[in-house]
């Protein structure tokens, strides 16, 4: 059973930075694609960014020139940094890592969530 521990998560006022990390284990595979999803109050759940094993990134359009995503394959773990943060980053950050199965499928696995807050 994978399972995904996120942290890193909190209040911070427009302007500031956060770090979040997440971490996979359980998985007889690394995950392939690793990344963060948003939601914030009422609205949908949204990708923030994406990053494979190989390092190719994907970010949506809101958070371009803000935030990275990195990844150690070692330690199936995923990084996202948060800098110049607004109020609408505010939202439920959500990791996701596509585990390989045993059948040669991939699985998608989803955290339990880490607040985000930013103060204006």
């Known amino acids: 059973q994978v399972q995904l521990v996120e942290s890193g998560g909190g209040l911070v006022q427009s302007g500031g930075s956060l770090r979040l990390s997440c971490a996979a284990s359980?998985?007889?595979?690394?995950?392939?694609?690793m990344g963060w999803y948003r939601q914030a109050p009422g609205k949908q759940r949204d990708l923030v960014a994406t990053?494979?094993?190989?390092?190719?990134?994907n970010y949506a359009d809101s958070v371009k020139g803000r935030f990275t995503i990195s990844r150690d394959n070692a330690k199936d773990t995923v990084y996202l940094q948060m800098n110049s943060l607004k109020p609408e980053d505010t939202a439920v950050y959500y990791c996701?890592?596509?585990?390989?199965?045993?059948?040669?499928?991939?699985?998608?696995?989803w955290g339990q969530g880490t607040q985000v807050t930013v103060s204006s």
């Open positions: 996701i890592a596509d585990v390989r199965s045993v059948t040669g499928t991939f699985d998608r696995v």
């Open positions: 359980g998985s007889t595979f690394s995950p392939n694609v």
């Open positions: 990053i494979t094993g190989g390092f190719s990134t």
